[in-house]
């Protein structure tokens, strides 16, 4: 790791500098699953030797193993349903190019099959009974490849820009593509054999199709959807039924709470749904496909992710975390709703000095549109020095779950507000597409409401007010403070676009496509582009900013925060600028990822003027 670092212009007087201790971190996170298919095992990825691995744990056994995969992250792994391969999605250098690597369960015979060069790989899937991958490779364009994990030999089913593979039809007669931008993606059937291409649902002219696949006998399409309802909904579509086919079938939506994410049994035959309720907590739930029976599963952790059954077992596999709950892997029985978890030695909710429950609050945007967020409370009395938090995305979502940050933050006596600006997914589809184009100048005033909200209501001290956010929470960072001067007391922008400009000529190309949709085109745009890129108006920035990126960032090129250190270097702004060698857009490393979350809170701790008096 290197750090650069720009000395502020005033001497901090040392009584600013007493901090309470910090909550310990716990000695690594478990996520991401993959049970082979008789569901005795389990692999899983987990950071608690320093970088996110390759763990395999026996279902009833105590102690796990890790496999040999070289020092690079791994972001997925995923079981064969032959049971003989594992599939792994490594990260070189944390970069966001990604590469496939296959091994035995054993961890022998380790090998790249596909990411090869400038292509990024993402595995989709597995075909059934063996040990075929659905692979996308994107470079300038995307390219759907079958992979055979055994001998390498690849299949090319088709080209074409924004475009990953899903799902092939167990005949391998058809695949599923989804094509298109970021908010705005639909699905096509490709005919294999002669590569013809077919819309599947009709194009409503709003909303997006993230998730689909084919059912079990492979004349329907199951997808994820928000085209044709406010919610995103479960909906089936009946390829034996003609190209203009009407509003496909609702299988499952709900009115107060959006489908997150869709697990489909390897049989096709049912399906586990992740429910995101207002605020961002989880619901889990079953789904026959042949009965249309749904229930209720008990949720073990606040906020969910990494749903996947067991390929011929009665295994349901979960990522669970909470506010004071690290990410841990939990087992669930799909004829009980039982859950347990993975690991015998934890599960237990952990609470008391390790950290505090945040509150769901309510309030208005300058022009009336709802928000909310989650409010993280120092003990005792407020007000209080506070720091709003700002997600990435933006179609991202601030949720009750495990963040070290705040509970860092917290303990030192700063309030944290982490709000859902408008762009923020999880709200129905007019919230997460209110931010497009020129709709960011109301994203940028939401922060600036957020900031009225806590003064009025007596959490935050004025004048004493800090802003951080990594990735598009970087960039808003940015934007919020040349906007609105004198708001805000200091800021920390991680990774964050400093001007459209520059990003768009530098970061990924594939990246570039998809976010025109959601940014705006950079010729057609250009002028609402740099009216919007903080680079514009840094120099109204003159509050002390910390700057923190991967060196190896190619998503937001590390350029942005070095042009804007550049330039509050030229104008005598306390600032810094933290630099993290063998990092990408994420901070994959524990090391890494800590020194900026130390960073982070001595930097606000300090020029928010967090006293003795306030630690108490």
């Not at 502020?8 to 699953?33: C, I, W």
Request: net charge negative; aromatic share 6%.
């Amino acid at each position: 790791m290197s750090v650069r670092t720009q000395a502020p212009r005033t001497t901090l007087l040392a009584h600013l500098t007493a901090h309470r201790p910090v909550p310990p971190l716990p000695a690594g996170e478990d996520f991401a699953p993959a049970p082979s298919p008789d569901g005795r095992r389990v692999a899983y990825l987990s950071d608690r030797a320093g970088t996110p691995a390759v763990w395999v744990r026996d279902v009833d056994a105590a102690e796990a193993v890790a496999l040999p995969g070289g020092d690079e992250p791994v972001l997925a792994v995923s079981w064969s349903p032959d049971g003989q391969w594992l599939a792994c999605v490594v990260a070189p250098g944390g970069a966001p190019r990604t590469e496939l690597w296959v091994l035995r369960p054993d961890g022998t015979q380790r090998r790249q099959v596909a990411g090869f060069g400038r292509r990024s790989a993402a595995l989709s899937g597995w075909l059934p009974g063996g040990a075929l991958m659905a692979v996308t490779e994107t470079a300038e364009r995307g390219t759907a490849v079958l992979v055979d994990a055994g001998t390498g030999h690849r299949r090319v089913l088709a080209e074409g820009d924004l475009l990953t593979l899903l799902d092939v039809s167990p005949d391998g007669g058809s695949a599923l593509l989804r094509r298109g931008p970021r908010n705005a993606r639909w699905l096509e059937l490709l005919d294999v054999a002669t590569g013809d291409r077919v819309r599947l649902l009709p194009d409503t002219g709003r909303g997006s199709t993230d998730q689909g696949w084919f059912g079990p006998d492979g004349m329907s399409v199951l997808a994820r959807t928000d085209a044709f309802s406010e919610l995103a909904a479960l909906v089936r579509v009946d390829l034996t039924r003609p190209a203009s086919m009407p509003t496909p079938t609702r299988l499952a939506g709900r009115p107060d709470a959006e489908l997150e994410y869709v697990a489909p049994s390897a049989d096709r035959r049912r399906v586990a749904l992740l429910w995101n309720t207002y605020g961002g907590r989880s619901e889990l739930s079953l789904l026959d496909l042949a009965t249309g029976v749904q229930r209720a599963v008990a949720a073990p952790g606040e906020v969910l992710d990494g749903a996947v059954f067991a390929a011929a077992a009665d295994l349901l596999c979960v990522t669970a975390q909470g506010p004071v709950q690290p990410r841990e892997v939990w087992l669930v029985d799909p004829a009980t709703g039982t859950p347990r978890p993975l690991r015998p030695d934890t599960g237990a909710a952990r609470t008391g000095d390790s950290g505090v429950a945040p509150q769901l609050v309510d309030l208005r945007a300058r022009d009336g549109l709802p928000l909310s967020g989650w409010l993280y409370r120092p003990p005792g009395p407020g007000p209080w020095p506070t720091a709003i938090s700002l997600h990435g995305g933006p179609e991202a979502q601030e949720r009750p779950g495990y963040n070290p940050l705040f509970q860092a933050l917290v303990a030192q006596g700063v309030a944290v507000f982490a709000p859902n600006v408008r762009g923020s997914s999880g709200f129905g589809r007019t919230f997460v597409a209110a931010d497009n184009l020129a709709g960011r100048y109301g994203a940028i005033a939401d922060v600036a409401a957020c900031a009225d909200h806590l003064v009025d209501t007596g959490v935050a001290i004025p004048g004493r007010l800090g802003c951080l956010g990594r990735s598009y929470g970087g960039y808003l960072v940015l934007a919020v403070l040349v906007n609105f001067p004198g708001l805000f007391a200091a800021g920390v922008a991680e990774c964050g676009i400093s001007d459209f400009r520059t990003f768009y000529a530098n970061t990924e190309p594939w990246i570039a496509a998809a976010a025109v949709s959601k940014y705006g085109d950079p010729v057609r745009d250009a002028d609402l582009l740099r009216d919007l890129s903080p680079m514009t108006r840094i120099d109204q920035l003159d509050v002390p900013v910390l700057l923190i990126h991967g060196a190896n960032d190619t998503n937001v090129p590390a350029g942005e925060s070095a042009q804007v250190a550049q330039a509050l270097a030229a104008r005598d702004v306390p600032h810094g600028h933290l630099v993290l060698t063998g990092e990408g857009h994420d901070f994959l490393a524990r090391d890494n990822a800590e020194t900026a979350r130390t960073a982070t809170t001595a930097w606000l701790s300090r020029h928010l003027a967090v006293t003795v008096a306030a630690l108490g």
